[in-house]
Each structure stands twice: as structure tokens, then as C-alpha cells.
């Protein structure tokens, strides 16, 4: 009966031993973030171009997630002084629900990233994170397929130091979603995935895109509609005085874009709109030279007889087609290249044939005779 009442207790090598394992579990904890942080940093330095360091690591262990704060990737060179992209906070986690579809996936969100694009002082491309697999870097991170990407209070820049004047094109206060960038349904189309994006632009416009893609093919898979709308053209002067040789006194503007990519090639259209534009104002000339004055002159008969006079805009439309040849491009360096491409083109058209003085005489004739 005695030995019934006398209590279980640990022998002395259990009782070491449940100490030593919990001191164990502990230290782990403990150096677990500074581990992590000297893997990712080594992962951001593999590149040969760019290069990236981020600050301190927070692991929540229980929700299958960890946080890294203050990441950067800036290019070696040294030509351009902002980094490529810098973020405040990216949390890489478990995508909980994809588990009801069999799928161990996982899903990142950045909090405050931003984009810089920029040119060297010569004027070509420096920073634009071609040549770089950045979806297999991201990856590298995490040890499970990324499916899911939310953006919050982003921004994407445009930027040109060197020119006269200084360029910063960019769109602000962006929200980004992106689904099933690795197909864990096991959606059969041909087209998978979709990203949608909305934000701010210079001039106080929205922006708005939209696209479906198939992020596992081996050539650019996507088709891609974006849009901006309602800009304050005068916001814009900066980069029409540095690509154009002109300014504006006045209008609006917006932008239109549709473009496919199948199988090494692309095509689309890109559309423009100019409202209530004024080009060339007499009171804003008078401190400039005579060849600007000369320039802003024939840029503002140029518009001027272009424009649908009763509805006093000014439109056009463009085609935007081609191939990427023998280059070896991912599908998100395609995509930004092609819209950045095609925004340059819809603010700063170059013409593809001269026109001459007779031509336009003849079609100043054309336009004076009277309607039959």
C-alpha cells in the first residue's frame, strides 16, 4: 500500500537531460536569425554584378514564417548611387490554404520595396537587373516553391542623374498581387498565373495593370495590359525637356498599352492621349535661347495641327512588335522592358519618316478644299 503513494520522480540523467535539451532548443533559437542572416546575405552577393545585404532576421517559428528587415541590391560598378531595390520589410511564409490543394508552397510579401531603374552618365542603361534570375534568388531564400507575391506602398523609379535635367520618372503608392506563380492548383491553361497592380503616378495619374502569364515556360509566356491616366503633363517637364527638347505649359495625358508574348516574339499596340495640350507659351520663353524658342515652336505647330480640334486632344497609336532573338530573357525583365519602352516611345515619338515641307503644303491644300 506504501508504494502506491510515493510520486514519479526523474532520475537525475533524465532530469540533466530534459535541461541539456531545452538549453539546446534555446541556443538554437537564438543563433537560428544570425545563421539565416549570413545565408541570405551570401545568397544576395552570388551575383557578379549586383550585390545586397539586408539587416536583422525575426523567426516565428509557430506560424512557419520569418521576417528580414532593410534589404538592399545595389550594382558593383558604382555608377549609379541608389540601389536597384530596397525594401523595409519582406516576410516569407507558409501559404496555409494551398495545403487543402496538396500543394507545400510558400508566399512573400514586401512592405515598402522600391524599384530604381537608371542610366549611366553617357546616357545607356546601368541599372536595369537584366542577366539576373531574381525569382530563383528569391527562392533560394525559402525552402519551399514561392506561389504567392503581395506588394504594399510600393514604387517604381525612372531615374537619369546625368541628363539636363535631372529625370525621375515613378509611380508611387503601389499595391501588387500575384497568384499561383508556380501553377500549385494545377490550373490547366495556358496561362496559369496573374498578377494585378495599382498605384500613383508623377502628375498625380493612376496606374493600372493587369496580367496573365506562365512563369514555367522557357520563353516570355504572357499577355499584358496596362494603363495611366489623368497625368498633369507640366509634372513631366523634367524628362520632356531632357528626351524631347521641349516643355509644356499645359494638358493632360494618357496611356495605353496591350502586348502578347508567345514563343520568342511579341506584339501589341500602345495608344496615347494628349488633352488640352499647350505646348509653347510666349511668357515662359523669353530667359531661353533661340534655337529652344525655335524648337518649342515647331514641336507647337506640330501638335497644333495634329490635334481633333472639337475635342481638343491630340492621339495616336503605335505598334509594338519584334522578337528577342538568341538573348536569353526572364518573363518579368520582358515585361518591364517592353512597358518602359513603349512609355518612352508614347511621350517622346520619334519619326519613322521625315516629313518635308512639300508634303505638309500639300496637305495643308488637302485639308482647305471643301467637303463634296
Given at each position: 500500500?506504501?508504494?502506491?503513494g510515493?510520486?514519479w520522480?526523474?532520475?537525475p540523467a533524465?532530469?540533466?537531460?530534459?535541461?541539456?535539451?531545452?538549453?539546446?532548443?534555446?541556443?538554437?533559437?537564438?543563433?537560428?536569425?544570425?545563421?539565416?542572416?549570413?545565408?541570405?546575405?551570401?545568397?544576395?552577393?552570388?551575383?557578379?554584378?549586383?550585390?545586397?545585404?539586408?539587416?536583422?532576421?525575426?523567426?516565428?517559428?509557430?506560424?512557419?514564417?520569418?521576417?528580414?528587415?532593410?534589404?538592399a541590391?545595389?550594382?558593383?560598378?558604382?555608377?549609379?548611387?541608389?540601389?536597384?531595390f530596397?525594401?523595409?520589410q519582406?516576410?516569407?511564409?507558409?501559404?496555409?490554404?494551398?495545403?487543402?490543394?496538396?500543394?507545400?508552397?510558400g508566399?512573400?510579401?514586401l512592405e515598402r520595396?522600391?524599384?530604381?531603374?537608371?542610366?549611366?552618365?553617357?546616357?545607356?542603361?546601368?541599372?536595369?537587373?537584366?542577366?539576373?534570375?531574381?525569382?530563383?534568388m528569391?527562392?533560394s531564400?525559402?525552402p519551399?516553391?514561392?506561389?504567392?507575391?503581395?506588394i504594399?506602398?510600393?514604387e517604381?523609379?525612372?531615374q537619369?542623374?546625368?541628363?539636363?535635367?535631372?529625370?525621375?520618372?515613378?509611380?508611387s503608392?503601389?499595391?501588387?498581387?500575384?497568384?499561383?506563380?508556380?501553377n500549385?492548383?494545377?490550373?490547366?491553361n495556358?496561362?496559369?498565373?496573374?498578377?494585378?497592380?495599382?498605384?500613383t503616378?508623377?502628375?498625380?495619374?493612376?496606374?493600372?495593370?493587369?496580367?496573365?502569364?506562365?512563369?514555367?515556360?522557357a520563353?516570355?509566356t504572357?499577355?499584358?495590359?496596362?494603363?495611366?491616366?489623368?497625368?498633369?503633363?507640366?509634372?513631366?517637364?523634367?524628362?520632356?525637356?531632357?528626351?524631347g527638347?521641349?516643355?509644356?505649359?499645359?494638358?493632360?495625358f494618357?496611356?495605353?498599352?496591350?502586348?502578347?508574348?508567345?514563343?520568342?516574339?511579341?506584339?501589341?499596340?500602345?495608344?496615347?492621349?494628349?488633352?488640352?495640350?499647350?505646348?509653347f507659351a510666349?511668357?515662359?520663353?523669353?530667359?531661353?535661347?533661340?534655337?529652344e524658342?525655335?524648337?518649342?515652336?515647331v514641336?507647337?505647330?506640330?501638335t497644333?495641327?495634329?490635334?481633333?480640334?472639337?475635342?481638343?486632344?491630340?492621339?495616336?497609336?503605335?505598334?509594338?512588335?519584334?522578337?528577342?532573338?538568341?538573348?536569353?530573357?526572364?518573363?518579368?525583365?520582358?515585361?518591364?522592358?517592353?512597358?518602359?519602352?513603349?512609355?518612352?516611345?508614347?511621350?517622346?515619338?520619334?519619326?519613322d519618316?521625315?516629313?518635308?515641307?512639300r508634303?505638309?503644303?500639300?496637305?495643308?491644300?488637302?485639308?482647305?478644299?471643301?467637303?463634296?
Amino acid at each position: 500500500m506504501e508504494s502506491r503513494g510515493r510520486r514519479w520522480r526523474p532520475s537525475p540523467a533524465v532530469y540533466w537531460t530534459a535541461i541539456i535539451v531545452a538549453a539546446v532548443l534555446i541556443a538554437g533559437r537564438l543563433i537560428m536569425p544570425v545563421e539565416v542572416q549570413r545565408y541570405v546575405n551570401g545568397q544576395l552577393n552570388r551575383s557578379k554584378d549586383y550585390g545586397g545585404r539586408i539587416g536583422n532576421v525575426h523567426i516565428q517559428l509557430w506560424r512557419g514564417q520569418y521576417r528580414i528587415d532593410n534589404t538592399a541590391i545595389f550594382q558593383r560598378n558604382g555608377e549609379v548611387h541608389t540601389p536597384l531595390f530596397n525594401a523595409d520589410q519582406i516576410f516569407l511564409s507558409v501559404e496555409w490554404k494551398e495545403l487543402f490543394h496538396g500543394s507545400v508552397v510558400g508566399q512573400v510579401s514586401l512592405e515598402r520595396p522600391r524599384l530604381n531603374f537608371a542610366v549611366t552618365p553617357t546616357g545607356q542603361e546601368a541599372q536595369n537587373g537584366k542577366g539576373e534570375d531574381w525569382g530563383q534568388m528569391l527562392e533560394s531564400l525559402f525552402p519551399f516553391k514561392l506561389n504567392r507575391l503581395q506588394i504594399n506602398d510600393g514604387e517604381i523609379h525612372f531615374q537619369n542623374e546625368h541628363s539636363t535635367p535631372p529625370v525621375d520618372i515613378y509611380v508611387s503608392k503601389c499595391s501588387v498581387t500575384a497568384t499561383n506563380l508556380t501553377n500549385s492548383r494545377q490550373v490547366h491553361n495556358e496561362l496559369p498565373a496573374g498578377i494585378t497592380a495599382h498605384g500613383t503616378s508623377l502628375g498625380g495619374g493612376n496606374f493600372d495593370f493587369h496580367v496573365q502569364l506562365n512563369p514555367m515556360a522557357a520563353q516570355p509566356t504572357f499577355q499584358v495590359t496596362a494603363q495611366i491616366t489623368n497625368v498633369n503633363l507640366p509634372a513631366l517637364n523634367d524628362f520632356l525637356k531632357a528626351y524631347g527638347k521641349f516643355d509644356v505649359a499645359s494638358g493632360e495625358f494618357a496611356f495605353f498599352t496591350s502586348i502578347a508574348s508567345k514563343d520568342g516574339n511579341f506584339d501589341g499596340y500602345g495608344k496615347v492621349f494628349f488633352e488640352k495640350l499647350k505646348v509653347f507659351a510666349w511668357d515662359k520663353e523669353r530667359k531661353k535661347n533661340i534655337l529652344e524658342i525655335f524648337w518649342q515652336a515647331v514641336v507647337g505647330t506640330v501638335t497644333t495641327a495634329l490635334k481633333n480640334q472639337p475635342h481638343d486632344y491630340l492621339a495616336a497609336r503605335f505598334p509594338i512588335s519584334g522578337a528577342y532573338g538568341k538573348e536569353k530573357i526572364g518573363v518579368w525583365p520582358a515585361i518591364v522592358s517592353l512597358l518602359r519602352n513603349a512609355f518612352i516611345k508614347a511621350l517622346v515619338p520619334k519619326l519613322d519618316t521625315p516629313v518635308t515641307l512639300r508634303a505638309f503644303e500639300d496637305k495643308e491644300k488637302n485639308e482647305e478644299k471643301p467637303d463634296k
